[in-house]
């Protein structure tokens, strides 16, 4: 593996970890993996194969089709935040199959996760799945519920693509 794809998998591991754990993407996470791609842009190498122009438009496709998703309230800001840096590494053409992948485990996420709502399972389990624990009569607790840590999935996908997708390019 080429040393230029650790930096995008490094930063994709920790938009994982972080997002699972926490159920959220800080501000400094996202800003840092966008500046890393604009800097090896800067210098000619373009992350991951993509240009100036296709990274720019990927950049503005992730972040302005997830807004869309934000502003009805179906996703959290920094999983839009993330997409936007994330179209920077991979450019416009990347997205479409990250976008469907990470989409796919996000959705297998949501349907496990309202089944075993029906089933009573350990608080462990909840916690991993949920982000927080869920009381006898199903329900969360907390003042905000997100359940599915949809960058972190896309962070998979990107992972996926970046192994597998690419050698078939």
Excluded at 11 to 30: A, S
Excluded at 36 to 47: D, E, I, K, T
Excluded at 73 to 79: E, F, H, I, T, V
Excluded at 144 to 153: D, E, K, S, W
Aim: aromatic letters at 12%.
């Amino acid at each position: 593996m080429p040393t230029l794809e650790v930096l995008p998998l490094t930063w994709l591991l920790l938009i994982v970890v972080y997002d699972f754990r926490e159920r959220r993407v800080p501000n400094w996470l996202v800003l840092a993996g966008a500046v890393m791609a604009l800097a090896v842009l800067a210098f000619g190498s373009g992350p991951l194969g993509s240009n100036w122009a296709s990274a720019l438009l990927g950049a503005a496709a992730g972040f302005g089709v997830l807004l869309v998703f934000y502003v009805v309230g179906l996703m959290g800001a920094g999983d839009v935040k993330f997409a936007g840096a994330l179209g920077l590494w991979v450019g416009l053409s990347a997205l479409t199959p990250i976008w469907i992948i990470g989409s796919v485990l996000a959705a297998v996420h949501g349907l496990f996760c309202l089944v075993l709502q029906q089933w009573p399972m350990s608080p462990r389990l909840a916690l991993l799945l949920f982000g927080q624990p869920i009381s006898k009569d199903g329900k969360t607790s907390g003042r905000r519920t997100r359940f599915i840590p949809y960058a972190a999935y896309l962070a998979i996908a990107t992972a996926v693509w970046m192994v597998w997708g690419r050698q078939s390019q």
